[in-house]
């Protein structure tokens, strides 16, 4: 991220209370820009590479679910803050290493980062009280190097999920792509869920809009923000 990238995102000196604040009426006045009603909206405050400090003064502002995109950064977290609250949820957004998937799904709460068979198939023997919820990520560019499954492998991808009782389908994922127009994926995306949801009725939700793109992504149907540094501030440079 650019030195500035904070000021831009109009976080100058503000504190981790104020950031919030802004960040959850800017939602507001997004949804209400585009008739929708905020509680449709969930907001996922991703605190990826903060320490558990930075957590810790999320959960005292009352906030409850979390994203994080790194093993085993993501499990140490969830352990340190264990002590601190019974009721937190961990979404892990990053890329899921095969022969790490199984690990991460003893402490997360929800997957938005589904993007091949074999994943899925890693996932299918795990045991878990409930189906573990998951999103199928979408790749928006051509460069099969970016997160994601491309569109015209979904279909396949999404009944593999269908098929595979450890998991329930909540919907689709996807990362604008940088440079681009983020409304024109959020668009597309919406488009793919509206198909897939003729074999998936349930998977309705949208996992979509970051710091950058939140009020575009309400625009278009996102029901899951994954918003990190406009709440937590300029990342510590990762290790
Ligand atoms: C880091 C990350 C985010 C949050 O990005 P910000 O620009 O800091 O809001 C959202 N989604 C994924 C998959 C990420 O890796």
Known sequence: MPEHAGEALGQGHSTLAERLSAVQSQIQDACRGAGRDAS????IP???????ELVEGLVDLGVRRFAESRHPEARDKAEALSVRAEDLEWHFVGQVQTKKARQIAQYVDAIHSIDRAGLVDALSSIEREHPLPVFVQVNMTPDPERGGVQPDELDALVEHVLATQALELEGLMCVAPLGGEPRVSFAALRELSVRIQTIAPMATALSMGMSNDFREAIENGATHLRIGAAITGKRPDRT
């Not at 449709?40 to 907001?43: D, I, P």
């Not at 991703?46 to 558990?52: A, E, L, W």
Request: aromatic fraction near 10%; hydrophobic fraction near 35%; avoid cysteine.
């Open 40 to 43: 449709e909206v969930t907001l």
């Open 46 to 52: 991703v605190t990826k590479f903060h320490g558990p």
